[in-house]
Structures are given as C-alpha cells and as structure tokens.
C-alpha cells in the first residue's frame, strides 16, 4: 500500500509537526515521518485520523491502481517561480461525501464565470464551524443566497453577498448549508 501522506501534506505547506498538532489525539512529528518513510505502518485508524488532520477523504491518503498525476515543475512563491527541493506530484481532486456543486455563470467576488465550486452540505448544528467563508444558503420556493456568512444568530444566518454594493441578508431556519470547498478554474 502506498502512502500519499507526504506529498499532501507538503501540497498543503504543512509540516509534521503542524499534522501532527491536528490529530485526535495529537500526536508527535516523529510519528507522523514515520508514517510517512513507512517504519511505523499506517492502518486504518491512522488514515481516519491524518484524513481528519489534512481534511481529506481517507481514500486520497492511498494511492490507487489508474490514479492520474501530473509532475509538479516548479513552485510558486513571492520570490517568483523556485525549482523543488524533491519531485512532486499533483493528483486529481477527488470530492468528498455529499459533496454538492455550484457553477458561476457570471463573475463576481473571488469567482470568475465558468468556475465550478464544491461545496460541503452542514446542518444546523454546524453551521457556525461556516463563518468566514462563502456559503450557499437554500431559501424557500426554490431559491439560493450565495456569500460570506458573517455571523449565526440563533437560527438566523448573516450573509454579505459577493455582489459589490449589495446589502447583507438574513436567512432564518435554513435547513442546511453549502460551505465552500474548493475551486475549480480552468483558463
């Protein structure tokens, strides 16, 4: 079985401490290299916790037969684009469990039309875990509220839409919400 602890933790800029520090029960640098190097053997309770840790699936910490990468050249930093220290490769995202989508027609904010967002469903005991980021908010009839939850209130939701000039709203008893996951841009 081969491990893909170190190149998504390493894509995350993460160290082994940081990993380590995120684990229920945290644990030390030293255990998570040697998950990593494959001296200490990562079973299935180890995966369920770095999944935890690196918010992903557990399966993405497992490379699997026909995984598509593509080799890593260069990164980017202030200084411009630097030359890796190691080799590195990018895999394919893969969406997590109730996963639902959402697709920009037209820019505004941070999202360009003809992005794709994923988006985490959460339900209301969870909905504060979504403050500060961007959310999609079903409302009656059919309708959606998309932007920055700013503030939960008891059962009601404060949102800034990503519209330039336009006015916060307040969606009461919303029965879940989509907190923002990742982007997909292509050019």
Not at 117 to 130: G, I, K, N
């Amino acid at each position: 079985m081969m491990s893909r602890l170190r190149e998504i933790r390493k894509s995350r800029g993460m160290t082994l401490a940081d990993v380590a520090a995120l684990c229920v029960p945290p644990t030390t640098a030293v255990t998570i290299g040697r998950l990593e190097t494959g001296t200490r053997q990562l079973t299935v309770p180890w995966i369920e916790k770095l999944a935890v840790a690196l918010q992903v699936e557990p399966r993405e910490l497992i490379a699997q037969e026909g995984d598509t990468s593509i080799a890593v050249a260069a990164q980017l930093t202030v200084e411009g684009a630097q030359p890796l220290s190691e080799t590195l490769q990018i895999h394919a995202p893969t969406p997590l469990a109730g996963t639902i989508g959402l697709l920009v027609r037209d820019s505004q904010g941070d999202y360009r039309a003809g992005d794709h967002l994923w988006l985490e469903q959460l339900p209301p005991p969870r909905f504060a875990e979504a403050i500060n980021t961007d959310v999609l908010i079903p409302r009656q009839v059919g309708r959606f509220v998309f932007g920055r939850l700013v503030a939960t209130e008891g059962n009601r939701l404060h949102i800034l839409p990503a519209r330039p000039g336009a006015r916060q709203t307040v969606i009461a008893d919303a029965p879940w919400l989509g907190r923002v996951q990742a982007l997909i841009r292509r050019f």
